[in-house]
């Protein structure tokens, strides 16, 4: 949305943003029913094994099961109403990058509060903010990653799928968080 120069008409741009809008929510519809379906079936999965639920999983979504893993690792347990808020206007790289940037020291909001401000603050011209706008809102024009931010960030991105995959209710799940939160402030401030 940068981009001052109209080389695509209007009604084009129009359809390739139905289509766009259209595919992130097809995509959430089968994040949100896979999880459903991780919740109900937990046990089964269990015992048959994780990467094969993902495997076969891919094999129906045309996927590999890494990337089903991830995909349920990013919508993480945000409920299906801020997802279909946020897809509604924002891309699963918005919500990729939120869930990051909560674990950067230079970040004091959380990916919600990310997320939320990317719709409702927006670019200051009336369109969301790109991932880039989102960055800078998070950090502020002059913050500077640490060198280990990306180690820090995959590290605790991944830990924090475990409530997921060991099926812990909210509140655990929530302590969990809390905990880790304070941990790596402890060791990585």
Not at 43 to 58: C, T
Not at 115 to 128: E, S
Not at 175 to 186: I, S, V, W
Request: with cysteine.
């Amino acid at each position: 949305m940068v981009s001052s120069v109209n080389l695509i008409p209007r009604a084009f741009g129009l359809e390739l943003q139905k289509n766009a809008r259209a595919s992130r929510k097809l995509k959430l519809d089968n994040l949100l029913k896979l999880r459903d379906f991780i919740e109900e079936n937990f046990e089964v999965i269990e015992q048959a094994g994780w990467m094969n639920f993902y495997a076969e999983a891919g094999d129906w979504l045309d996927v590999s099961a890494a990337t089903v893993r991830d995909d349920l690792g990013m919508i993480r347990n945000y409920t299906d109403e801020q997802l279909k808020k946020w897809i509604a206007v924002l891309s699963f790289n918005h919500i990729d990058t939120a869930n990051g940037l909560q674990n950067d020291p230079a970040c004091h909001y959380s990916a919600e509060q990310i997320l939320d401000a990317a719709i409702t603050f927006g670019d200051g011209q009336g369109k969301r903010m790109t991932v880039e706008n989102m960055i800078t809102f998070a950090l502020g024009e002059r913050a500077v990653r640490s060198p280990s931010f990306s180690f820090i960030s995959t590290l605790t991105g991944w830990i924090e799928k475990v409530p997921h995959k060991f099926g812990w209710d909210k509140e655990r799940a929530a302590d969990f968080k809390k905990d880790l939160t304070a941990l790596m402030e402890k060791y990585f401030k």
